[in-house]
């Protein structure tokens, strides 16, 4: 690993090769059939890959900087090292964020870094699928993985998200339109319904679209638990939902009659009035539906290694996201101990991020708490929150770059095939870097 202080050398575009099977890390669907066109340390074509996918790869240009910056200034990675050891260490309320586009690998010495200070770890879970964390924890999961939707599914709910936009290939390789081992026909032997605030891209794809009111999905979920158990609803419930009971029970009756339903629900539901509760409702119609058939119900996870990100804090903590280690056993509370809140109450003393940017999406004081105290961040791009770091690292980029593992949204472990090598050391090399430090001055200590 280069010590100098000046940009590394990028090596010239020469050599031309292809990576068959190669992984897009963009989004939760962590398609792992792509095949990719290098030409030394550029993507020139990514076959397979969806047009966010295609913006991943082929827009990726390794950016000339130094390996690592101290206020600013160019530093040697060893001086890095120590400095960022030296923040993390001095600090009483060290707080941990990001994970969820980096690999597993990295993700566990993240978590090993923040029980060593007595820190909190926190994921971007936090601000997006939290509340489905805390519902699988409050009434359960009834699970399946992708690979079961595209062969079993005939009968699928879309619920507060829009795929066609943000997961592009969900629908043509798991979902909707593939050819399955049950589903011969693929499109013509599934009914799809999409229930939603508004009518998106992807209504256009669904056999039946339930535009309900803002902020109704609760009352809505309870109504068809409701219908399915035989208790009579109040018409009224139009009212509350927009959507009629006679659409209602015969949405319920189709459910019913499904060989293997499937709820996959999104942040329109899990960010909007109700939070966790709505998601428990919804896990529970899906668990209550498996007195008639067989249904599941999944999560539609944004980035490409958050679901990993959940399953390795999970491990080691026993809790997904804002996790607090400082008693020496990890307490899981949110609201208390999540990134964002505790930023915006000026608690933090020290921050380390790692592929995040809370700069740029976070709350004002939120960000004028980061801005105002010590921080540590990795980022292979001059992200906003690395521009404010007092020690910012430069690094490679997962998949791209660097091998590992990532877990795709239903829970499915996948190995990275790097396309080509990054003159930036990865995210686990620095965060080993920093451990091994923290260890020693840890150790001098007591």
């Known amino acids: 690993m280069s010590t100098a202080i000046a940009p590394p050398a990028i090596p010239a575009a020469t050599e031309l090769k292809v990576v068959k099977d190669a992984t897009c890390t963009f989004c939760g669907c962590v398609c792992d059939d792509m095949e990719l066109t290098v030409e030394g340390n550029t993507i020139t074509k990514a076959k397979n890959a969806c047009v966010l996918g295609k913006a991943w790869f082929l827009n990726h240009h390794a950016e000339e900087r130094p390996v690592a910056t101290i206020e600013g200034q160019p530093a040697t990675f060893e001086q890095a090292v120590e400095r960022a050891a030296q923040i993390l260490t001095n600090a009483t309320f060290p707080i941990t964020y990001g994970l969820s586009d980096t690999t597993c690998e990295a993700q566990r010495v993240a978590v090993a870094i923040s029980d060593w200070i007595g820190g909190t770890v926190d994921t971007t879970t936090s601000v997006c699928h939290g509340p489905s964390g805390m519902a699988f924890q409050g009434v359960g999961e009834v699970t399946c993985t992708l690979g079961e939707v595209k062969n079993r599914a005939d009968f699928i709910i879309f619920w507060g998200g829009n795929p066609a936009e943000s997961h592009p290939r969900h629908f043509t390789k798991y979902s909707l339109m593939p050819k399955g ?241 990054s003159p930036y050391p990865s995210d686990l090399e620095v965060l080993k870097a920093i451990e091994k430090r923290v260890k020693e001055i840890l150790q001098a200590r007591s």
Request: proline share 6%.
């Open 181 to 421: 081992e049950f589903l011969p026909n693929g499109r013509k032997d599934r009914t799809a319904v999409l229930i939603d605030v508004r009518k998106t891209k992807s209504a256009r794809a669904a056999d039946i679209f339930l535009q309900i009111k803002p902020r109704s999905d609760f009352e809505l979920a309870w109504a068809m638990r409701g219908i399915a158990a035989g208790v009579e609803i109040d018409p009224d419930i139009e009212k509350v939902t927009g959507i009629s009971l006679d659409v209602l029970k015969d949405v319920v009756a189709q459910m019913k009659q499904a060989k293997f339903g499937v709820i996959l629900f999104g942040m329109g539901l899990t960010m909007t009035r109700g939070k966790h509760i709505n998601s428990e409702a919804v896990l529970a119609l899906a668990r209550d539906m498996n007195k008639y058939t067989r249904f599941t119900a999944k999560p539609m996870r944004g980035h490409g290694n958050v679901t990993g990100a959940d399953n390795v804090v999970t491990w080691q903590t026993g809790y997904p996201f804002g996790v607090n280690l400082n008693r020496g056993y990890p307490r899981f509370n949110p609201g208390e101990f999540t990134t964002s809140d505790v930023l915006a109450r000026g608690e933090a003393d020290a921050a380390m991020i790692i592929a995040s940017d809370p700069m740029s999406n976070f709350s004002q004081p939120a960000r004028d708490h980061l801005r105002s105290i010590p921080s540590v961040v990795l980022d292979p791009k001059l992200s906003d929150t690395a521009k404010v770091a007092t020690v910012a690292f430069t690094t490679s980029v997962y998949g791209i770059n660097t091998p590992g593992t990532v877990y795709r949204m239903d829970d499915v472990p996948i190995s990275l095939r790097p396309a080509f090598d």
